[in-house]
C-alpha cells in the first residue's frame, strides 16, 4: 500500500509567479489536510479537505492560497503571486473514513521563491 | 486553541543512552501522535496513542489523557534517531492536528 505521495518535492519559484502542490492521499483515504513549515518553526494546520468539500480552511491565508480536492485526480494547494514569506516545507496527510483520526504524513513539497 | 508544549528543547545524547521526552497539552484530546522529523525533512509517524501505553522496538510511548501528558521513551539511542520529535494532538470535531514545539535530538558517537 503506497504512502501518501506529494510532487513535485523541490520547487523553485519567482516572486510573483504561481506554485501548485499535488497531494495523492492513501489508497482508502478520503480525508486530505496541508500543514506548512516556516523555517524555524513547527508545522501548522492549513486546510481539511473531503472530495469536493472544503470541511475546514482556518488556517489558510486570506488571500493568495486556495486548495481542492475533486472527485478525480489528487488534491490541490495553489499559490498565486507567491512572495519570500511563501517559502517553507508543505506537507500533505491523509486519513480514511470512520477511521480512529490518526494522519499519515507525506514527504513534503519545499518551496523557495528567489 | 489547545497549547502543546514540548520538553527538553534540545537534547545531545552519546550513542546507547536512554531519554524521555515529554508533551504537555492544555485541554482534553481525541487523538494524540509522536512523529520524527528526519534531518531530510521527513515526518516518520512512530506512535497514535491518545491513552494508555505502546512500544515499538527501542521506542515506547505512553499517554496520561487525565493529566494532559504523554511521554516518548528512546533506549539505547543511535545516531540514526537524530532528528525533531514532535508531538501532535486534536481536540476532536475538526481533525485537525496542532504540534507541539518539538524535541530536538542529536545522537553523537
Known sequence: ???????????????????RLRCSPMKGHSHVYWYRQLPEEGLKFMVYLQKENIIDESGMPKERFSAEFPKEGPSILRIQQVVRGDSAAYFCASSPIGGNGEQYFGPGTRLTVT | GIQVEQS?????????????????FSDSVNNLQWFHQNPWGQLINLFYIPSGTKQNGRLSATTVATERY?????????????????CAVERGGGNKLTFGTGTQLKVEL
Not at chain 2, 8 to 24: F, H, M, V, W, Y
Open chain 2, 8 to 24: 527538553p528543547p534540545d537534547l545531545i545524547l552519546q550513542e546507547g543512552a536512554n531519554s524521555t521526552l515529554r508533551c504537555n
Open chain 1, 1 to 19: 500500500n503506497a504512502g501518501v505521495m506529494q510532487n513535485p518535492r523541490h520547487l523553485v519559484r519567482r516572486r510573483g509567479q504561481e506554485a
Open chain 2, 70 to 86: 504523554s511521554l516518548l521513551y528512546i533506549s539505547s539511542s543511535q545516531t540514526t534517531d537524530s532528528g525533531v520529535y514532535f
